[in-house]
């Protein structure tokens, strides 16, 4: 079992940047792929961004981020973060991050641990 806290949700104008955290505790962090998600009111939830669970290069991004928002993870600091930049209004939802089993996994039941989630909100 792996408990996970996201942080780092705020209001921010169009064209800012974020960086939001996910922290985990429980079991060893370093052996489950990671994953951020969004949802938006009214909408499914949405793959963002996931992680092999070594790190490194080998990461995969929705077509509506890539270029802009940085999935990376500190396995010695059990942290996995989210760098956004050049964000837009419609990157406003509830972003959640995920650890599953399944490498660059896209879809939210291959994904076994949630955490709440943190609000982001980008003002035009």
């Known amino acids: 079992q792996v408990q996970l806290v996201e942080s780092g949700g705020t209001l921010v104008q169009t064209g800012g940047s974020l960086r939001l955290s996910c922290a985990a505790s429980?079991?060893?962090?370093?052996?489950?792929?990671m994953g951020w998600f969004r949802q938006a009111p009214g909408k499914e939830r949405e793959f963002v961004a996931a992680i092999r669970w070594s790190g490194g290069s080998r990461t995969y991004y929705a077509d509506s981020v890539k270029g802009r928002f940085t999935i990376s993870r500190d396995n010695a600091k059990n942290t996995m973060y989210l760098q956004m930049n050049g964000l837009k209004p419609e990157d406003t939802a509830v972003y959640y991050c995920a650890a599953g089993v399944i490498n660059l996994a896209t879809t939210p039941r291959e994904y076994d641990y949630w955490g709440q989630g943190t609000q982001v909100t980008v003002s035009s």
């Open positions: 429980g079991r060893t962090f370093s052996s489950y792929a």
